[in-house]
Nanobody, 118 residues
Framework: QVLLAERGGGLVQPGGSLRLSCAAS????????MSWYRQAPGKEREFVAS???????NYTDFVKDRFRLTRDNDKRFVWLQMNSLKPEDTAVYYC????????????WGQGTQVTVSS
């Protein structure tokens, strides 16, 4: 059973930091691109960042230079370090497992709420 379990969300003031984690189980972790997406109220789910097995990262422009995505293939964890948080970052953040080929299922965690407010 594939499971992605996010933790680390919460309430933080603007300019503050949070670190989200995603614990993966039920599959061979290392080959998969792991990503974070987020969804704010009234908006579509949007891509935040991704990381390959070897640590190659990709960030969307609105988090570039503020967020950092890392992974440990032995521990089967990915982390999203979020710094200089803005109210616009408020959303439910979801861990995501990508596909190795087109026919594979995508998997999502249940999400963790991040609220940036003074």
């Amino acid at each position: 059973q594939v499971l992605l379990a996010e933790r680390g969300g919460g309430l933080v003031q603007p300019g503050g930091s949070l670190r989200l984690s995603c614990a993966a189980s039920g599959f061979t972790f290392a080959p998969y691109v792991m990503s974070w997406y987020r969804q704010a109220p009234g908006k579509e789910r949007e891509f935040v960042a991704s990381i390959t097995r070897n640590g190659e990262t990709n960030y969307t422009d609105f988090v570039k230079d503020r967020f950092r995505l890392t992974r440990d293939n032995d521990k089967r964890f990915v982390w999203l370090q979020m710094n200089s948080l803005k109210p616009e970052d408020t959303a439910v953040y979801y861990c995501h497992r990508g596909r190795l080929w087109w026919g594979e299922a995508e998997y999502w965690g249940q999400g963790t709420q991040v609220t940036v407010s003074s």
